[in-house]
Structure formats: C-alpha cells, structure tokens
C-alpha cells in the first residue's frame, strides 16, 4: 500500500499547519516524520486519519483519493500520542473494538486478539484495564488495537514520546522488528532524531509545514539540504563568514568550501566531529583554548575558544582520541576544520 | 562520601518542614471546638429539627391517619401525576443534557458561551416567572394558547403544562453535570473509536455513554428530585384542580391552607422520603463520578 500526498494544505485560522506538502511512501515502507513541534507532523497524520480535512492538496492511499472515503471508511490504523486507550474496556475489548463494530463473529474476534496478545507479548494482561498498565504496555495495547482489522497503512503520533528512556529504546528496536515482520506501510511522527533514524527507512524533516528534505537517515545526515536540517540533526558550529571564489574567511582562517557563488557574508556550518585537535601544530591549524571537558556517552565534548576566529566552537571526540589527547581544562592545543557547510538558502536569521 | 552528607542534608529539611505543617493546620483546640460545634447547632436548627418535626406532625394522629392521608384518591391521584410528570420531563432533559454538553464540550462556534449561560436561567429565574411565561405563551389569551384550544389541545391547567414547566425548571441539572465530565475526558477516545471503524452512533453507545454514566446519573438524580419537589411554576399553571392537575408539593399546599395539618405533614413526608432517597443515591454516585 502506498502513501500519495500533493499539494496538501491545512490552515488553522491564520496559523499554516501545513503548506503544499508533498511526499509519496512506497508500499512496505517505514518513513519517520522528523520536526519540531508546531511543524505539521501530527496535523499530517490526522489528515491521513481522517480527523482532519485539508484546505487544498491530495492524499491517495493506493491511488485512492482519501477524500472519498470518511474515516471511518479508510481502514488506517492510528496510534494516539497519549494512545487514547478506551479506559472502561479491558485490554481484551480494545483489542477487539475494530472487529466488534464491523459485527465480526465471535470465534475470528477471539482468534485475531489472541494473536494480537501473543505478538504484544502480554497473554496474561487480558484482562487488565488500561490504568492497571504500565505505560510501555500502553502502547503496545494501543498499536494492537491498531492493528487488529489489518489496516491498510499504520500511523503512529509520537508513539515513544510519553515513555520514559530505556523502555523507549526497547520498544524503538521491537517496532523496527514488527515492521519487518509484518511489512505493513508505516509512517510515524517523531521530534527525536535518534528514533527517526534508528526506526526509519526515510526520514521527512518538516518545519513550519513544509517539507524541508526527503532522504535515508544518511543521506539528510550528510547531506543536509538547508541550514535548517543541518541545525536540526544534532549540534552544529554556526560561523559568520565572507564568503566568495570558492572560499570562506573566518576571522584570519580561510577554508575552501564546495561550489558557492554567492552573497559576501554568509554562515558556515561545521559538525562538531569535523573539528580536529592536536596538541602539536599540524598545517592550516589554528591556537585554540580548551574552556570545558565535558564526558558524554559516546566521548567527549570539548569547549573551545578560538581567538583567530573570534568565537567558541564545540568539538566532540571519541573515547580513544580523546584519552589519547588526555585534555583537560585550560590547555592550550591547536584544531583543524573539516568540511565546513555553507547553504544557499539559509534560514539563519529566523533560529 | 557525597551521599551521607546528602542524606543528613535531607534529614534537616525535613526536621524543619515538620514543625511548619503542623503550625499551619493545628488551630488551638478551643478554636476547633467552637467551629464544629456551630456547624453541627446550625444543621440542627435549620434541618434536623425540621425534618422530624415533619414525621411527628404526620404520624400525630396514629399509623392509621397516616395510612388515610397518603392512600386519599386526591393524593393518590397527585403522587401519580407527580412520578407521571417526572417521568416525561427526565428523560427529555437527559436528550436535551446530552446533546448540549456534547455541543458545549465538543465543538466551538457561535453562540457557544451564550448558550452555556442560558443553560443555568432556570437556576436564576425564580420558578413563579418561569409558570407565568408558560401561561402568557399557552393561555386563554396567549400566543399560541387559542390556535392549540381550536385543535382541541390544552396547555395550561392540564398535563402538558406541568410537563412544560416541570421541563423548564429541571433541564440545567443533566447538562451542567455532564460538561465539566465531558470536557474532562477529551474527544481523543471518540476520534480512536472513529478511526477504529465505528459509526457515530456505535461510538457514543460504546465509547460515550460508559465514560459519562455516572455523571449521567447524577445529573438524573438532581433533575427527578428538582421534578418531583418543584413548586411555584407547576403551582401557576396546573390550575390545582384536585385529583386532576395537582401534584404533590402542591396538594400539600391545599391540605395545609384547609388546616388539614396531620395529613398535610404526612403527604410532605412522602417528599421529604424521596428528597432523602436522592440525597443517598448523590452521595453513592457522587464517590463514583469522583473515581471517573
């Protein structure tokens, strides 16, 4: 089954929830929506839901124009945010409440949920009300309940949003290894990168409610399209430049950057894991001052001040380079920048 | 070595924290003393005393007057028009209840808060006012009253009337229960039921109507006691023919003016019995609404 949407534009009063989005997602398919709050995501997925109807634009569900269909008629299956689990049913009536109101017969409603159960892995939570549950077994309730009149696309809002950290890691990788199973096309909405990326096939990073990129985790990673996907995906020095023949100035350094003709002043865009440190001057480096050593999980995060700039930069480092550099606050070093970004189209201005 | 001194830290918050609580609820045991013992003298006065003055005037004269009064065709004949009147105006008010909370919780548009306040004008309007509307619209001489008597219906002085006006001053109690329930809860598990597939109809009977019940029962409670107990706008347009348009309240109001007291106290004692039948079943229900 695949996913079809042109064109779609929502407006709530004066406030664009959503313009002229475009995207298509192929059948089988597991694409995450990647924005802030407030980027139209959600206004998306209830327009694909049937909860909402959009002012302009398309969306087809295996060419079938949506808008022909209530929503009661489309067969999505849709995961609340806060799951919106019926509280006066038990987890065996939600579960069931898709094939009961299609007046399915008693022994195909008790099969269905029973495999429903087995693939939730909570057989002997049956009987359970919602608030006798905690919040992981949730959400797998609420995407069982989804999922029990096989829909034809599954839409999940946030569906790890209200969990706390581990359980949300856990419930990441089994959502990823149901998808494989089962290969049913599913689009989710999520602010959090490290769940777009770890879940997804393709990522759609959306602000203000336009799509600002359509790509593989990697490829909107490495590639980012604007400055607004490259500040989004993770930290990002941001510098003041003047840029022209292929080159940006930055303070008294210069760096060579890729193709850009344009404007004098500009912003270039360095990640921190392009920023390179020595202890011993190697070409092109520049003095640097470390301010700060601060250990994350994945190595360690460095504070700079770098006069010949005029600015502080942050660098991360992994574990081994950074034991092998064994830095510590207030030591003088030097630091090279690697793959410095400038973009044509830069929002820089609106952050 | 941080957690120990952590530890302590917490310990001599908490040994300040105690003493100020305790400063803040405990009054002087004199101060609480004279609190409760107003509280109880005033319920005393105004209700209790009251209540029983009631049963020992009714029951006076012996069971056996008591039995005469209350088995009397007149009033017999009031308590049937009385759950009869109670029994068309509550469910038509439990609709009405239902369709506009669900306006009011549900949807914004124009006219919303306007509505939300012409909700609670029976509760402000005094009931006499509310009688007389239904005579100036429904009378001899009013709006409509001649075109319905020419078709050989009548209004005022008659069932429908009473069934008007017993309507009109009972229909805040379901809607203003179910509200606040209803805003409470959310459309989040209406719009999953939708999505699931259900027609709207399906929805409200299985997703609604089971989240609402109980301040729907509540509110039903409310509105049959108001109904059954409601005086000045039946009094106005019921016309108190005897043994025909007069309900309860209103026939002990005639015993009473015919000096009838014994058997005036032992009619109003069948009311004072449903009033406190209601305000058992608040309370259960109230504890339930709370849960929900």
């Known amino acids: 089954m695949t996913i079809e949407v042109r064109g779609l534009t929502k407006h709530f009063g004066a406030f664009a929830a959503l313009d002229h989005v475009s995207l298509d997602v192929p059948g089988g398919g597991l694409v995450a929506l990647l924005g802030p709050s407030g980027s139209g995501k959600t206004t998306l997925l209830r327009i694909l839901a049937g909860l909402e109807r959009p002012d302009a634009g398309t969306a087809r569900i295996d060419g079938v124009d949506l808008a022909s269909q209530s929503a009661r008629q489309r067969n999505v299956g849709l995961v609340f945010q806060h799951y919106a689990l019926f509280r006066h049913l038990d987890v065996y009536e939600n579960i069931a409440f898709a094939l009961r109101v299609r007046r399915r017969p008693r022994a195909e409603v008790d099969a269905r949920v029973r495999e429903l159960l087995a693939l939730i892995q909570l057989e002997t939570f049956e009987r359970r009300l919602p608030a006798q549950l905690s919040g992981g077994q949730r959400q797998r309730v609420a995407l069982a309940r989804a999922l029990a009149a096989r829909p034809r696309v599954l839409l999940l809002d946030e569906p790890f949003g209200a969990l706390d950290a581990q359980v949300r890691a856990e419930l990441r990788g089994w959502l990823r290894r149901l998808h494989d199973e089962i290969h049913l096309t599913t689009v989710f909405v999520t602010h959090d990168q490290d769940e777009a990326f770890e879940v997804a096939d393709r990522v759609v990073v959306m602000n203000r409610g336009r799509v600002e990129q359509i790509g593989s985790p990697a490829e909107v990673f490495e590639q980012p399209a604007n400055d607004f996907v490259m500040r989004f995906l993770g930290h990002v020095n941001v510098l003041d430049a003047e840029l022209g023949d292929g080159r940006a100035r930055i303070g008294e350094v210069t760096l060579a950057i890729g193709g850009h003709n344009g404007d004098t002043r500009g912003r270039v865009y360095i990640r921190p894991h392009d920023v390179e440190l020595t202890r011993t001057p190697a070409d092109g480096a520049v003095a640097a001052h470390v301010v700060r050593v601060t250990p994350l999980s994945g190595g360690l995060k460095v504070d700079l001040a770098v006069p010949a700039i005029g600015s502080r930069l942050r660098c991360d480092l992994d574990w081994k380079r950074g034991t092998a550099l064994g830095l510590r606050d207030g030591d003088d070093v030097f630091l090279s920048l690697h793959r410095a970004r400038v973009f044509a189209t830069d929002h820089g201005a609106a952050s | ?292």
């Open chain 2, 1 to 292: 070595m941080g957690a120990p001194a952590r530890g302590a830290r917490m310990m001599e918050t908490r040994g300040i924290a105690a003493p100020l609580a305790a400063a803040a609820t405990d009054e002087p045991a004199w101060v609480r003393r004279i609190v409760i013992a107003v509280a109880i003298a005033f319920v005393g006065a105004f209700v209790l005393v009251p209540l029983a003055a009631v049963f020992a005037e009714a029951f006076k004269a012996g069971l056996a007057a008591y039995g005469r009064a209350i088995t009397d065709p007149a009033a017999l004949s009031a308590v049937k028009l009385t759950f009869l009147a109670a029994a068309i105006a509550v469910p038509l008010n439990v609709v009405f209840g239902i369709a506009a909370s669900w306006a009011i919780a549900r949807f914004r548009f124009p006219g919303r808060s306007i509505l939300t306040a012409l909700i609670d004008l029976p509760l402000a309007v005094s009931p006499v006012i509310a009688g007389m509307v239904f005579v100036l619209l429904f009378g001899k001489q009013g709006l409509i009253g001649p075109w319905l008597t020419g078709h050989g219906i009548q209004v005022i002085f008659a069932l429908p009337g009473i069934v008007l006006a017993t309507t009109f001053v009972t229909f805040p109690f379901v809607a203003r229960e179910l509200i606040p329930v209803m805003e409470a809860q959310g459309a989040e598990e209406e719009e999953a039921a939708i999505v699931l597939g259900a027609t709207g109809w399906q929805t409200f009977l299985r997703i609604t109507l089971p989240k609402i019940k109980w301040g729907l029962l509540f509110g039903v409670v409310l509105c049959t006691a108001r109904a059954m107990g409601e005086f000045g706008a039946v009094s106005v347009v019921s016309g108190h023919i005897r043994g025909r348009t007069n309900t309860l309240p209103l026939h002990v109001e005639i015993l009473y003016n015919e000096y009838e007291y014994q058997a005036a106290f032992a009619v109003a004692s069948l009311l004072v019995v449903l009033a406190l039948a209601s305000l058992v079943a608040r309370r259960i229900i109230g504890r339930r609404v709370e849960a929900t």
